[in-house]
């Protein structure tokens, strides 16, 4: 598979099978069956339920083929700041280890950063998300809106600055990341 094939692009078709597949796909393929139907339905829920203003979703297709898919919500918080959660995010198994992951994800935040996005997080593996430029940050200096199951994960990157600055106050999500389950 020639890297120089795959397409990167804001998805903005009314399809949503093809994203749902995606992360069905994947999750089903890394942790368990149960798992990928689990993602699935919060892709579905954040396609069904998030204003079209407060969520970005980005694809690498391959001959017109999704295969993969990341996906940015709204992150508010109690001062004015444009900020953002990156999750989720998944890569066709085959396709994985070949850097189209970190290649869409540099795109995604290429374009957030035109849109004067100040501050993405994440909620995930450090090892992956600090090779685009995340970094840890600890929750005394940005709260996440959900108690963390594993704080080591809650990850932060500034588009405007070196590092992510301190926060005071609670932050928010979306209404589909609005569950303890998930965090």
Known sequence: MALDSVNYSLYLATDKQPIEQVYLQTFSDAESEAEGLVIAKLVTELLETTAVDELFTFVATQNGQVIACI???????????????????????????????????????????????????????????CKVGFNCVSETVVKAPMPLSFPEGWLGLSLVSEHVPAISGFSSCVAAFNKPEIW
Request: aromatic share 16%; no cysteine.
């Open 71 to 129: 996906m940015f919500s709204k992150l508010t918080f109690e001062q004015p700041i444009n900020a953002w959660l990156l999750s989720p995010v998944a890569v066709l198994t085959q396709y994985q280890r070949k850097g189209i992951g970190q290649q869409l994800l540099t795109f995604g935040l290429q374009y957030l950063a035109e849109q004067k996005t100040e501050l993405v997080f994440t909620y995930g593996d450090p090892n992956y998300y």
